[in-house]
Every structure is written in C-alpha cells, then in structure tokens.
C-alpha cells in the first residue's frame, strides 16, 4: 500500500510562488508514473504534470506549461510541483497522485491520490 502525504499548499497573490511536496511511503516501487492533478470547486479534476519514476521525462498540461515544474528527490521520496506565474485560475485543490499502468503518464490521469492540499492565488 502506498501512502501519499502532500503539504506546502497556502495562499499566493497572483504572480507568486508555491511549492507543493508529496512524502511518498509504502510500496513505492511498483510505481509507474506520479504526479499532480487538481479540481477548483464547481469543476472536473485537471491533470496538471506527471512523471515516469524510471526517468526524467515530464508532461504537463497546456494550462501551467511554462509555469509549473514537477521534479522528485529519490533519496527521500518526495515528488515536488514548484509552482510559479500563479493565475487566479490556478486556485483548488492539489492531489499527489500515482498509477501503476505503464504508459499513463501523458494522459495525466492516476488511479490513486493522497489527501490533497488548497492552492489559492488571488
């Protein structure tokens, strides 16, 4: 079993930064893709970046392209989504989340989520 645990969440004026961490524990190694989506209230969930664990390919959406980076450090099992340019329109709520399916890291869409964490630019 997997536990995800994010925190770095908070508020931003609009043009800051934030920097999200996801504490991964557990069977981490069977692991495919992780990454981050989100869901402001009222909306779908958005798949926001992703990473194969095996590499260092990432995928974003066009949204945060250019302004978002999702990176991991191995040694202490942490994947991390530095946020910058914040847009109002950035403001809900972050999941960590993780697939095991080879090959889901384009499509941003994971199996598996943690708690979450509230993003709010303004």
């Known amino acids: 079993h997997v536990q995800l645990v994010e925190s770095g969440g908070g508020s931003a004026q609009a043009g800051g930064s934030l920097t999200l961490s996801c504490a991964t524990s557990g069977a981490a190694r069977s692991i495919e893709c992780m990454g981050w989506f989100r869901q402001a209230p009222g909306k779908g969930p958005e798949g926001v970046a992703a990473r194969y664990t095996g590499d260092d390919k990432a995928y974003y959406a066009d949204s945060v392209k250019g302004r978002f980076t999702i990176s991991k450090d191995s040694e202490r099992n942490t994947l991390y989504l530095q946020m910058n340019s914040l847009k109002p329109e950035d403001t809900a709520m972050y999941y960590c989340?993780?697939?095991?399916?080879?090959?889901?890291?384009?499509?941003?869409?994971?199996?598996?989520w943690g708690q979450g964490t509230q993003v709010t630019a303004s």
């Open positions: 989340a993780y697939d095991r399916t080879p090959g889901t890291c384009p499509r941003l869409q994971f199996a598996n």
